[in-house]
């Protein structure tokens, strides 16, 4: 694979990789060192590259896997036993508190989907892929992913006003606001 080949069919990656790289290491820096250091380990494998038959879930293999491997060589940071609790990167006020809530119930919840649910949610809510790019990187048809988005849509739903409905009428509205 040439330089330009390179540039015009591996580089733009790098924007949509960038969400996936940022919501798996969760720092901005981080996540742009770690995307350009992916791009200069597939720079390095460009020759790999035009073997593959499909390139963007390589791409995207690849990155997962760097990412994972970069959290396995951080080391977990001890909390000082004076602060048990501390909401970081959030103005005072309810609602960042309820705001910041909202959006650790959302995670939560995405985490505990099945496999496929988990992954196209976020592969398409939270790192922009399309349907195309989905279809490449899982193996699934359009139809079916789409079906396996609704479905795991509903579950968050579902979800989020069980746990919602168990406070006031407000925050039940306010979930199906979220969703």
Known sequence: MTAEEFKENIIPYSR???PMIKRIL???????????????????RRNDLGK????????????KNYCFDLLKKKRPERINEKEEYKIANLPAGEKSFELKERHEQVQKIITNLPQKYREVIQLRDIDGFTFEEIKEM????????????????????????????????ESGRVAKQVL
């Open 138 to 169: 899982t193996g699934f048809e359009i139809p079916y992913a789409r079906v396996i988005l609704s479905r795991a849509r509903m579950r968050v739903k579902n979800e989020l006003l069980k746990i919602y409905s168990y406070e006031n009428q």
């Open 52 to 63: 593959c038959a499909n390139v963007s879930a390589y791409i995207v293999a690849v990155a």
């Open 16 to 18: 949509k990789l960038y």
């Open 26 to 44: 969760k720092e901005e820096e981080e996540s742009r060192d770690a995307t350009q250091e992916l791009m200069l380990k597939l720079w390095g």
